[in-house]
T-cell receptor
Framework: AQKVTQAQTEISVVEKEDVTLDCVYE???????LFWYKQPPSGELVFLIRRNSFDEQNEISGRYSWNFQKSTSSFNFTITASQVVDSAVYFC??????????FGPGTRLSVLP | EADIYQTPRYLVIGTGKKITLECSQT?????MYWYQQDPGMELHLIHYSYGVNSTEKGDLSSESTVSRIRTEHFPLTLESARPSHTSQYLC?????????????FGSGTQLSVL
């Protein structure tokens, strides 16, 4: 069975601090995809990144970076120099070419001014 | 920018009413999904569709039904709403014929059943 764990339920940081959101997944498949989505207070989930299981290169996009470590089944997300607009619930998700995604429980990030 | 629309945005109804939540997308995506989400909690798949005339139930048991008569339209119906149906319902779509494509989400319908 597939499972995604986001152990941090809520995180609060002060603006300009760096913050890392943890994601640990379980799957027996060798081929799978990992995702991060952002859900701001407006409610609409926004796609951030997709990474396949064969690509362990870390990725950086502006203030966002992702660290994929297959050895520890983790796909962590770091926001550098956080801003108030980063306040949202962030979901990690796993899909193995199956019929649906498995979403983690989400981490609520509050960035205080 | 996602072109997937859900109406209504908020709905408050009484127990026993029949309701239909609308979802439309203008991207021509074959695959569409309905998720149920309690505020700030994880998403649970309740229905999905591979294309026209295709519908399947998801992991979470639901008393709702869906239809897919047109590619762009994927409505969800509750024949008799109950307070336990109070939740947020999110519609999504994805492009391509394969799997593991990114999902585009609508803004959701917040349903409250009194």
């Amino acid at each position: 069975a597939q499972k995604v764990t986001q152990a941090q339920t809520e995180i609060s940081v002060v603006e300009k601090e760096d913050v890392t959101l943890d994601c640990v997944y379980e799957t027996r498949d060798t081929t799978y995809y990992l995702f991060w989505y952002k859900q701001p207070p407006s409610g609409e989930l926004v796609f951030l990144i997709r990474r396949n299981s064969f690509d362990e290169q870390n990725e950086i996009s502006g203030r966002y970076s992702w660290n994929f470590q297959k050895s520890t089944s983790s796909f962590n997300f770091t926001i550098t120099a956080s801003q108030v607009v980063d306040s949202a619930v962030y979901f990690c998700a796993l899909d193995n070419y199956g019929q649906n995604f498995v979403f983690g429980p989400g981490t609520r990030l509050s960035v205080l001014p | 920018e996602a072109d997937i629309y859900q109406t209504p945005r908020y709905l408050v109804i009484g127990t026993g009413k029949k309701i239909t939540l609308e979802c439309s997308q203008t991207m021509g995506h074959d695959k569409m999904y309905w998720y149920q989400q309690d505020p700030g909690m994880e998403l649970h798949l309740i229905h999905y569709s591979y294309g026209v005339n295709s519908t399947e139930k998801g992991d979470l048991s639901s008393e709702s039904t869906v239809s897919r008569i047109r590619t762009e339209h994927f409505p969800l119906t509750l024949e008799s709403a109950r307070p336990s149906h109070t939740s947020q319902y999110l519609c999504a779509s994805s492009e391509g014929t394969g799997w593991s494509e990114k999902l585009f989400f609508g803004s959701g319908t917040q349903l409250s059943v009194l």
